[in-house]
């Protein structure tokens, strides 16, 4: 090549790069000038408005909520300002009880000044007016029970019994503890501050039997769905309830089988083995009000919507759905064995055994991660209260 040659070469080169620098810049630069813009926007209105809000709510509490735009909330509709303190009234009432007082209401207070959107609807479980349930009845499992009507009023006719006990039931004030199964609470002896709660609720085959001194003793009840209960009878604490929650609709029917005592026929359909007979009455057991699934999944994590309809990364965990229901139904809530130590990385994912789950099922069905943030605002808003900090 000619150094002439050479030399118009380069330049060319140049010249078509140049252009080609030129008009995508020209392309990108408004868009990104834009949207520069509407961050710097959002920013102020939301530092001037957080900072209008905590003034207010120390004299006039309920006044601003209704007025305050979308920037002060997040996309699901919590304040973006955790640390909302509750109104007046309200902290006087508590601040007057004494120390370790139960809190009548306090939840759900806190947990709607935090998301205003908060309503206490849900009953705990199931009973024979629940296709009055019209949150649910539209939705198939597991937002809802639609095409399961039959089955579920079957069930229901044997169960007959809808609530916690007379005793609980009649409690004015329900401190309530979800024991999550992480290895989190190997080694805190924790044991009786869990046993201290009137409500203690456990998940699916989390052991308590040579536990205690970690994870308490009592098990008011235990949640769990076909996969996950307890399959050797022997392994059932003597009096809890067994609380059924519904993932898939062929869920129902094995339920029905459980409650009924009837000898398990087929099961295709189920992603594991799952218990062949449950060691409990159908007095003892219970089904979970499908409404949490559907609000945790929805309205507090805001997983995809998917029509309606179980897909990919819908689905919260059962931790968080216990969660959900207890703040509709318990005064106080605290949780323990949630999330991970992180000063301790090779703790075991579960307290009760050293093999790690696998976690592609995991992560198909669920979205820790997002399930992580929603989990992180009720502790930082102070509407539960994590024993372990693994939150
Ligand atoms: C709580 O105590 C404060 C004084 O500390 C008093 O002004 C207030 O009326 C009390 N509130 C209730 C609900 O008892
Ligand atoms: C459990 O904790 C105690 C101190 O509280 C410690 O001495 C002991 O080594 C721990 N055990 C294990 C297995 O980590
Ligand atoms: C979890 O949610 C995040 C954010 O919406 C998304 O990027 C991610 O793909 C989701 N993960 C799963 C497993 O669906």
């Known amino acids: 090549m000619k150094p002439t040659h ?6 060319c080169t140049m010249l078509v790069l140049g252009f080609i620098c030129y008009s995508s810049l020209k392309l990108h630069l408004p868009v990104w000038a834009q949207k520069s813009q ?3 926007e959002e920013t102020t209105v939301v530092l001037a408005k957080g900072a209008g809000l905590k003034r207010n709510t120390e004299v006039e509490p ?10 002060v909330y997040d996309k699901q509709g919590f304040l973006l300002q955790l640390d909302t303190k509750l109104p007046q009234d309200l902290r006087f009432k ?9 809190k009548p209401g306090y939840a759900a207070a806190k947990m709607a000044t935090i998301y205003p959107k908060f309503k206490k609807i849900g009953p705990m479980f199931l009973d024979r007016t629940f296709k009055r349930l019209e949150k649910v009845s539209s939705y198939l499992p597991p937002f809802g029970f639609k095409t399961q009507e039959r089955i579920i009023d079957n069930i229901l006719s044997a169960t007959k019994n809808y609530g916690l006990g007379d005793e ?58 076909p996969e996950g209960a307890i399959q050797k009878p022997e392994n059932y604490e003597k009096d809890s309830l067994f609380v059924f ?11 029905k089988q459980m409650v009924f005592g009837e000898k398990l ?11 062949h ?47 959900t229901m207890a703040l509709h139904n318990c005064d106080e809530v605290a949780v323990a064995g949630f999330g991970y130590d992180m000063n301790t990385p090779h703790a075991p994912l579960h307290y009760y055994e050293t093999v790690k789950m696998s976690a592609i099922k995991e992560s198909w069905t669920h979205n820790i991660s997002k399930e992580k943030e929603f989990l992180r605002k009720l502790v930082k808003g102070s509407v539960i209260t994590d024993l372990t900090n693994g939150i």
């Open 6 to 11: 050479f030399l118009l070469f380069v330049l």
């Open 38 to 40: 509407n961050d710097a």
């Open 62 to 71: 309920d006044n601003n909520v209704g007025r305050i735009v979308g920037s």
């Open 94 to 102: 508590y601040d007057n009880l004494s120390e370790g007082m139960c």
């Open 168 to 225: 609980l039931d009649n409690l004015n004030c329900k401190k309530c503890i979800i024991v999550g199964n992480g290895g989190i609470l190997f080694n805190k002896s924790l044991g009786s501050r869990i046993d201290d709660y009137d409500v203690v609720v456990r998940l699916n085959e989390a052991p308590v039997s040579g536990y205690g001194k970690d994870v308490g003793t009592k098990t008011t009840m235990r949640i769990t769905y």
């Open 245 to 255: 929650s519904a993932f898939k609709p062929q869920d129902f029917k094995w339920l």
């Open 265 to 275: 026929r087929g099961t295709e359909g189920f992603w594991k083995s799952v218990a």
């Open 277 to 323: 007979y449950v060691p409990r009455k159908p007095s003892e057991m219970r089904i979970l009000n499908p409404y949490f699934i559907q609000e945790a999944a929805f309205q507090f994590i805001g997983l995809p919507f998917n029509n309606g309809l179980m897909g990919k990364g819908n689905i919260p965990t059962l931790g968080t759905v216990a969660i």
